[in-house]
């Protein structure tokens, strides 16, 4: 079905479009991740990673302590003031009593093994991706959980 000059985007470009804009929403200053839980086409709760509720954030505080400490990319993941996008989306399920066993992940950033983890115990059945993260755990997890895993690449401009 054509609208003017756009294809209208399937349900996985649509989903993937909404965890772009949450994405959008982050402040961490390393990495900006957004992430969508959907269960039968309904957004059901979204993520963003940032510190948790109260605190500053690395934006305010201008800084990234793992930056700082030179962290590599993929480990050591508990030496972050932030909370993941996929965690904040499995929080905000929580806080407002949604259940998503069965759904839908869709995520800018692979998710890391923390997190994969995390959502293997929600019952996620799905993941939808943007951008690829190394963390060999975190596929294999998923993987032997018998979850889904999806990359989508972002559409070519014009669309």
Known sequence: MRHGHSTRPSWDEY??????????????????V????????????????????????????GECLRERLRVPSGERHEICRGVHAEQNA???????????????????????????????NAGIRRIVFETDYEDPLAKKILREGKVKLVPLRRPARGR
Do not use: W
Not at 109 to 115: A, E, G
């Open 15 to 32: 989903f993937m479009a909404m965890a772009r804009l949450t994405a959008r929403r982050s402040t961490c200053v390393r990495r900006a």
């Open 34 to 61: 957004g992430a969508v839980l959907v269960k039968d086409h309904h957004l059901l709760a979204s993520g963003y990673n940032g510190a948790p509720k109260g605190l500053k954030h690395c934006s305010e505080l």
């Open 90 to 120: 499995i929080v905000q399920a929580a806080v407002f009593g949604g259940p998503i066993a069965g759904a839908c992940l869709y995520t800018t950033t692979f998710p890391c093994v923390i997190c994969a983890k995390l959502l293997l």
